[in-house]
């Protein structure tokens, strides 16, 4: 059974506009969130994380959303950028637990 | 800037063969962690090291084993590669045991079992 989810496994966005990537986790004991970017032929590379304590997060223009409650977060991209084209995996652990990633949801930015 | 290398970027394999796989970090991590990234499942962990000569199972570790036999250093085996190996696998390092702090991956191994 899945712990972390994503359940767009691709999202299209024009550029400049914004690119919203939505994850959803079961396990109420994690307690931090991650968010990762990976191009073709590269390794996944850390983007922006969250702790259980936080609902935001922000960096340039990249936010990272916690719903304690709905067990759900969100990573926001704004404005996009054709650069941004990239798969987005969200992950999840604590409580004892190492990181969960989620399938992962391919983002296409158009000029 | 910090760095997770891994050897072979692309292997192509007989099915049967014992298949090693390299990864060297020079970030003085005492977590090391070996991934295989499949298309609808995403990253799933095979096995991890805490420290030199220590390992544990992850979610995956049916049909691979692991060697630490240096800090900079993990190796994942296939002791005898099938075609349902057939993945990406990554490799990242970590200062803390569970990636709380994130991963630094590298660039991943393209395996191909014939």
């Known amino acids: 059974d899945q712990q972390v989810k994503q359940n767009s496994p691709s999202l299209s966005v024009q550029e400049g506009r914004i690119s919203i990537l939505n994850c959803d986790y079961t396990n109420s004991m994690f307690d931090y969130f991650l968010w990762y970017k990976k191009y073709p032929a590269e390794g996944p590379t850390f983007l922006i994380s969250i702790s259980s304590i936080k609902d935001k997060n922000e960096d340039g223009r990249f936010t990272v959303f916690l719903n304690k409650s709905a067990k759900h977060l969100s990573l926001h991209i704004v404005p996009s950028q054709p650069g941004d084209s990239a798969v987005y995996f969200c992950?999840?652990?604590?409580?004892?637990?190492?990181?969960?990633f989620g399938a992962g949801t391919r983002l296409f930015v158009k000029a | 800037d910090v760095k997770v290398t891994q050897s072979s970027r692309y292997l192509v394999k007989r099915t049967g063969e014992k298949v090693f796989l390299e990864c060297v970090q020079d970030m003085d991590h005492e977590n090391m962690f070996w991934y295989r990234q499949d298309p609808g499942l995403g990253l799933r962990l095979i096995y991890f090291s805490y420290d030199v000569k220590m390992k544990e199972k992850g979610d995956i570790p049916e049909g691979y084993s692991v060697s630490r036999e240096k800090k900079e250093r993990f190796s994942l085996i296939l002791e005898s590669a099938s075609t349902n190996q057939t993945s990406m696998y990554l490799c990242?390092?970590?200062?803390?045991?569970?990636?709380?702090?994130?991963?630094?991956f590298g660039s991943g191994t393209r395996l191909t079992v014939v």
């Open positions: 990242a390092s970590s200062s803390t045991g569970t990636g709380k702090d994130g991963y630094t």
């Open positions: 992950g999840s652990g604590g409580g004892g637990f190492k990181t969960i």
